[in-house]
């Protein structure tokens, strides 16, 4: 699409075929499975009972995000359009954040390349000291929490998979250290859509509210961030980025920034406590950690129903036909465990594998963050497993809870041992 909106769409005509699968987060790669063995585009309900699309096979999946023929501005979105929405929907803050994952064409590029100057290469070599230095001290904590407990257990999640990127994208966009905690309990609460819905509108107001406040900050004091970066284009040419682009742009990358890397770190450890053989290979040299993040990235994505996109005609897609105006969430954690991509062993861990995987996204919204990302993740595993090598998980795997969320795949802690 080229950006620019239609006269709003009458409502999508209903889901023929099969009654659709009301999507549960629990129990991802279960659920997953029976989804894809259905189809390449199958009808689900998401709260609310809204009914959408979910597209959960790599081949068809790639194809839908290079579509010209589907859009992510929300005006395409019928059921927002025609007022059948329920009231305070829970995941209309994703549909709605005035931002680059919201927006089609020129509109795109233009909200895009503001954010892309951030994240050039050199910059992310100028971080790559800061990353080292904050696991060293991260890697501290955790030790001190496991040693502050009687049993020798520490949530490796809380301890040291969060605060790592959530420093980093802090110090990136000049967000003070106050802020930290409160912008990661609410950027939760807008994630995890399954466990208090009413909680998000809620959460979304907060979030905007400390974001202008974090805008204020940085207006009156500029720094070398990316908030005071997007300030300076403000004034320098006052149409280009309204207030709301700008918290809008802020609230988007705080939240893609650390809760996705978050899960990676967290999902690669879990994987490799589970597959010792693997996490041999790396010990012996036979395989590196950049390996072990791309297989973490394909076995067990960190996103997992990415919403929306919207159909502008209706397409088919496998043997569906999604309609026009329909909300569609892509599975990324679903495609990445396709046998048709992958072969029968699509549900191992296999370090050396070396396949691609679409779990940063692909075509014109491929993920701005992947470099930073990988990199994090590559210091942050290395130096946990030098620093900690009998590093075990303290539960059996399946007493691992699953995070609540449709967006964001991983479980809710990550009790380990140090050893
Ligand atoms: C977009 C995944 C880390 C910023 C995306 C998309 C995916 C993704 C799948 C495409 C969404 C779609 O349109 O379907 C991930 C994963 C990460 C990660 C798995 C970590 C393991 C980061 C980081 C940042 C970031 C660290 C920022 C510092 C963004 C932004 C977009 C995006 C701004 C929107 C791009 C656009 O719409 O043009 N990411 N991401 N991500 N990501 Fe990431």
């Not at 859009?71 to 059948?84: D, P, R, T, V, Y």
């Not at 309990?185 to 998000?200: F, M, Q």
Request: aromatic share 6%.
């Amino acid at each position: 699409t080229d950006g620019r909106c239609p006269v709003p769409h009458a409502a999508p005509v209903p889901h023929d075929g099969p009654a659709p699968h009301r999507l549960d987060p629990d129990d991802q790669h279960a659920v997953n499975d029976r989804l894809r063995a259905r189809g390449a585009a199958v009808p689900v309900l998401l709260p609310g009972d809204v009914p959408a699309y979910a597209v959960t096979r790599h081949e068809e999946l790639k194809d839908f995000l290079t579509h010209p023929d589907v859009a992510k501005n929300a005006c395409h979105f019928a059921a927002l359009q025609s007022g059948e929405l329920p009231p305070g929907w829970p995941m209309l803050t994703f549909a709605t954040v005035r931002g680059m994952t919201t927006a089609d064409g020129d509109d795109h590029k233009r909200l895009r390349s503001l954010v892309t100057r951030a994240f050039t290469p050199r910059r992310m070599e100028a971080l790559r000291p800061v990353v080292h230095e904050l696991t060293g001290t991260l890697l501290d904590r955790l030790g001190e929490a496991a040693a502050a407990d009687p049993d020798g257990v520490a949530d490796l999640r809380r301890h040291f998979a969060l605060p790592l990127p959530m420093s980093v994208i802090s110090q990136l966009l000049g967000v003070d250290a106050v802020y930290q905690d409160r912008l990661h309990e609410l950027s939760n609460e807008i994630v995890s859509t399954a466990t208090a819905p009413e909680r998000v509108p809620e959460a979304n107001r907060e979030m905007v509210a400390i974001l202008g406040q974090v805008a204020a900050a940085r207006m009156k004091d500029p720094g070398d961030d990316l908030t005071s970066a997007l300030i300076a284009t403000r004034a320098e040419d006052g149409d280009r980025l309204s207030e709301e682009e700008l918290i809008g742009t802020l609230m988007l990358t705080i939240i893609a920034g650390h809760e996705t890397t978050l899960n990676l770190i967290t999902n690669a450890v879990r994987a490799l406590c589970n597959h010792r053989d693997q996490l041999e290979l790396v010990r012996s040299g036979s395989a590196t950690w950049d390996d072990v993040v791309e297989e973490t990235l394909r076995y067990d994505s960190p996103v997992s129903y990415f919403p929306f996109r919207y159909p502008t005609r209706d397409l088919p897609v496998g043997d569906a036909v999604i309609p026009r105006g329909a909300p569609v969430l892509v599975s990324y954690t679903s495609a990445g465990r396709d046998e048709r991509a992958y072969g029968p062993d699509a549900d191992r861990f296999v370090v050396t594998r070396a396949a691609r995987h679409l779990s940063f996204g692909h075509g014109a919204h491929f993920c701005l963050g992947a470099p930073l990302a990988r990199m994090e993740a590559v210091i942050a595993l290395e130096g946990l497993f030098t620093r900690f090598p009998g590093l075990d998980l303290a539960v059996a795997d399946d007493q691992l809870v699953p995070h609540r969320s449709f967006v964001g795949n991983s479980p809710q802690k990550l009790p380990v041992t140090l050893g």
